[in-house]
């Protein structure tokens, strides 16, 4: 069960990319807060406290605005155009009681039997939708591929979830594999199995003709 991270926010009475920009200026983070059929509340976050709340896998916050104290998901976030800085957050009002779906990073952990043969393990996706109450949702899916031979595969149906929660991905998903990494050609390699450049069949005949003609046609002018 993920243990709810209590964070101070600051309410925000303006909104828009100007009144955005500048709090990402004085190290905010804005967000929305919406749900449970109540008022969306403009908020903001430390830019520091938020970022690492969200890279240690926190999706279950409870946010201090003021007196006012809810507990939210963390539903969407938008990052900058490089990909690396949240710039904006939507959190969604919950109940520790009440179901949801939520994503929850997947994570591999040992050696193949397959890595004696070459094998290796490698992840197809990085994340496995389930459902499950506020209060019970897994902070992380570990993985064993220790079992795992050349050509074996891993699929969500084959996780085993802890009670309370079910699946939301089709089982089919493929979660990881087991195969042989292919071994890197060298560049004489590669130019020994390069196609040979193909003659062009009776072109040095035509040059020759074409000079005896050029040469006729000089003798007679």
Do not use: W
């Amino acid at each position: 069960m993920e243990k709810a991270l209590v964070l101070q926010t600051d309410s925000r009475e303006q909104t828009g990319t100007h009144s955005a920009t500048k709090l990402r200026k004085q190290s905010r983070i804005p967000a929305i807060v919406y749900g449970h059929k109540q008022e969306p509340m403009a908020i903001s976050f430390d830019v520091h406290d938020f970022t690492e709340a969200v890279h240690h896998g926190h999706r279950v916050i409870d946010i201090k605005c003021g007196r006012k104290k809810e507990k939210v998901m963390v539903k969407d976030l938008q990052y900058d155009y490089l990909g690396k800085y949240i710039i904006h957050a939507d959190l969604v009002r919950v109940d520790a009681s009440e179901i949801v779906t939520v994503s929850v990073a997947v994570e591999l952990k040992g050696e193949p039997k397959g890595a004696v043969e070459g094998g290796i393990a490698e992840a197809r996706v990085d994340s496995l939708d389930v459902r499950c109450k506020v209060s019970d949702i897994p902070e992380v899916f570990v993985v064993s591929v220790k079992d795992m031979q050349v050509g074996d595969s891993i699929h969500a149906g084959d996780i085993e979830l802890p009670a309370g929660v079910t699946l939301a991905d089709e089982p089919e998903t493929l979660i990881a594999t087991c195969s042989l990494v292919a071994a890197a050609k060298t560049a004489e390699e590669v130019e020994e199995e390069a196609p040979p450049t193909p003659e062009v069949i009776g072109e040095a005949e035509r040059e020759k003709k074409k000079g005896e003609e050029d040469k006729t046609e000089k003798s007679q002018q």
